[in-house]
């Protein structure tokens, strides 16, 4: 299967030279199917959803909801009043940390999350914890890059775990369905931050048990501006608006308001409409390369990365996980990582450097930053070639 060929960005030149695009972890490329769709929309049926009568403004809402549908089946949620469309992994954690965290978590209970968080799953906890007089704590990471006991941690006070699924940094794959169950034991419950994660592995919340799962569409081919978050809808049901305005509500008064059914009661205003129906574009083409094969390129392209970076002199790689998705992040010994990205950069390879939002975990590996190389399915093995030359090439003018 030629995939490469349906990414516009892919297929570019600069200066009659390919472009080799390695930061699919920070966001990923998009299908001319997604790039059409937002085209669409915008040419043919942009109209306000939920309020129209006409048949345009009912075609946009259709199409909208109709997406609700599509995530629904491919997270394998039960129901899709669980599914809440936000603008991204961040906005979906703030969700629950604000209307869950803020009305549930109490003084003195602790909120459990890891070193490897994103700052997205960090810093709202954080908030929540100084807001609730709760106490957070951490799973440690080794040097492996893996959780150190994790279910050690989760005791009877454990409120709420919040836990990435794969990391952003080192590509762990943590083991949260056993950090699930044992929560569920002292009747914790569960957020999975699945932003690394639903890009490469297919996600059954049903089958994970997961209490909430965020994800955002931009890093999974599909627009930015759109992001998702399952809720178990019993959960959700408890739990008070996140923003209060239009679409959330049911009645209002001068003096009362009451709030719309799930999911809308947690989709207040005009929503992202476009990015919406980009997303949906995006699962279909995921659904029709496959995520097996997704998952196999990207294994396959990881295991290559790191047998050949590994013979770079002076090369540190960042951890090393059983289980790992596409991501290498490493430094070169005396280079700095922003001076490689910019002479590779003037090669035409692009990498991410910097603290990935996640300083607890580069303070744990006693580093500022790392240069990140990170992969997706248009990725060829002959472009990890190109980056270990480009790599060689700036080390030689560094060093
Ligand atoms: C693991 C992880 N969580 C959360 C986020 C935040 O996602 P967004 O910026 O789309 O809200 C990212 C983005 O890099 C991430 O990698």
């Given at each position: 299967m030629d995939i490469c060929k349906d990414f516009p960005f892919i297929n570019q030149t600069i200066d009659g030279k390919p472009l080799v695009y390695l930061d699919s972890a920070a966001t990923t490329q998009k299908p001319q199917v997604v790039i059409d769709s937002l085209s669409e929309y915008y040419s043919v049926y942009n109209a306000n959803i939920?309020?129209?009568?006409y048949q345009i403004a009912e075609k946009a809402t259709s199409e909208f909801e109709a997406v609700r549908d599509r995530v629904t089946s491919f997270i394998n949620?039960?129901?899709?009043?669980e599914i809440i469309f936000t603008k991204g992994t961040t906005e979906s954690i703030n969700l629950v940390a604000y209307s869950w965290g803020r009305k549930f978590i109490k003084p003195g209970d602790e909120i459990l999350i890891t070193e490897m968080e994103h700052h997205s799953n960090n810093v709202p906890w954080q908030l929540v914890a100084q807001a609730t007089s709760a106490i957070l704590n951490y799973i440690p990471v080794n040097d492996d890059g893996e959780l150190v006991n994790?279910?050690?941690?989760?005791?009877?006070?454990?409120k709420l775990v919040a836990v990435i699924?794969?990391?952003?940094?080192?590509g762990t794959v943590n083991p949260v369905e056993e950090i699930i169950s044992r929560a569920h034991e002292v009747g914790a419950i569960v957020l999975v931050d699945g932003a690394q994660s639903t890009p490469h592995l297919p996600i059954d919340v049903l089958d994970m048990d997961c209490d909430f799962f965020a994800f955002s569409g931009h890093k999974m081919m599909g627009p930015t501006g759109v992001g998702v978050l399952y809720g178990k809808k019993e959960i959700l049901d408890e739990m008070n608006p996140f923003l209060g305005g239009g679409?959330?509500?049911?009645e209002v008064s001068m003096e009362a308001v009451s709030f719309n059914e799930?999911?809308?009661?947690?989709?207040?205003?005009?929503?992202n409409i476009a990015q919406v129906i980009g997303l949906g574009s995006a699962i279909d083409y995921i659904n029709e390369i496959g995520l097996n094969v997704i998952h196999e390129q990207g294994e396959l392209l990881t295991e290559y990365a790191l047998e050949k970076m590994?013979?770079?002199?002076g090369i540190s790689i960042y951890g090393n996980p059983q289980d790992r998705g596409p991501v290498v992040s490493f430094n070169i010994a005396e280079v700095h990582p922003h001076d490689l990205a910019q002479l590779l950069d003037q090669q035409h390879i692009c990498i991410r450097v910097g603290h990935h939002c996640a300083q607890p975990l580069m303070t744990k590996f006693g580093i500022t930053s790392s240069a990140r190389a990170s992969f997706y399915v248009y990725n060829t093995i002959e472009e990890i070639d190109v980056l270990i030359q480009g790599i060689e090439k700036a080390v030689s003018i560094l060093k």
């Open positions: 939920h309020r129209g009568i949620a039960n129901n899709r009043a994790p279910l050690s941690y989760i005791n009877e006070k454990t699924h794969q990391s952003n940094v080192l679409e959330m509500i049911k799930l999911p809308w009661k947690f989709e207040a205003g005009t929503p590994s013979d770079i002199s």
